[in-house]
């Protein structure tokens, strides 16, 4: 079955450093591959999608890296602030289908 | 900026009693889609909904559950006789056609259901 694997279920790092999160995945071939914010009690929130064919997106201070042979995502916030603490979510679909989401990882930004 | 709403915010109800759970979808978008979250727990997919039909729906959505556009703006989820195990955050998402073939869905702050 489809799975998704989120390597940390927890990361904290100090202020105005990078982030970076990382998604594994198997038995799926997706379209897309997009990471949501969810606070805690909230709806996720969309952040970034990729596509199959494409390698890196960026978006302010955001960047989604995709690689389709090692199966993986990596997530990177940089220049991170408290404000960035959130559960993020790491999520596949195909099309207009079902999104899949992984079980997050929950990023502590430390003053 | 246009956001999907849902009511109520947190729904009570009694094992075995009815529930109905309200959304409005962004205004033009045409996919709509049900996600529940148990506490702890990811969010998992229910059902998708297009050109008022279930386009997909998992496991978890059995014959207790159905869904419903009743006029031009609502869509809604109807558990018919709760469980406990129903017990959970339910989302409400929502998604424009005209991305390219992308799948970026947009979510409502969830209803709490909570079947005592």
């Known amino acids: 079955s489809q799975k998704i694997e989120q390597n940390s279920e927890a990361l904290n790092i100090q202020e105005g450093k990078t982030a970076t999160l990382t998604c594994n995945y198997t038995?799926?071939?997706?379209?897309?591959l997009q990471w949501y914010r969810q606070d805690p009690g909230r709806g996720p929130v969309f952040l970034l999608l990729?596509?199959?064919?494409?390698k890196e997106k960026r978006k302010e201070r955001l960047k989604v890296t995709f690689d389709t042979t090692l199966k993986q995502s990596l997530f990177h916030i940089t220049a991170s602030q408290p404000a960035d603490s959130a559960t993020y979510l790491c999520?596949?679909?195909?099309?207009?289908?079902?999104?899949?989401f992984g079980s997050g990882t929950r990023l502590s930004i430390r003053p | 900026e246009p956001e999907v709403t849902q009511t109520p915010s947190h729904q009570v109800t009694q094992m075995g009693q009815e529930v109905i759970l309200r959304c409005v979808p962004i205004?033009?978008?045409?996919?709509f889609y049900w996600y529940r979250q148990i506490l702890g727990q990811k969010v998992e997919f229910l059902v998708s909904?297009?050109?008022?039909?279930?386009?997909?729906k998992s496991e978890i959505f059995d014959d207790q559950f159905s869904v419903e556009r009743p006029d031009g703006s609502n869509f809604t989820l109807k558990i018919r006789s709760t469980k406990l195990e129903d017990s959970a955050m339910y989302f409400c998402?929502?998604?424009?056609?005209?991305?390219?073939?992308?799948?970026?869905?947009?979510f409502g702050p969830g209803t709490r259901l909570t079947v005592l």
């Open positions: 998402a929502s998604r424009r056609t005209d991305t390219g073939g992308s799948n970026e869905q947009f």
């Open positions: 038995n799926y071939s997706p379209a897309y």
């Open positions: 990729i596509r199959e064919n494409e």
């Open positions: 999520a596949l679909s195909s099309s207009a289908s079902k999104i899949i």
């Open positions: 205004s033009n978008h045409l996919y």
């Open positions: 909904f297009y050109n008022n039909e279930i386009s997909e």
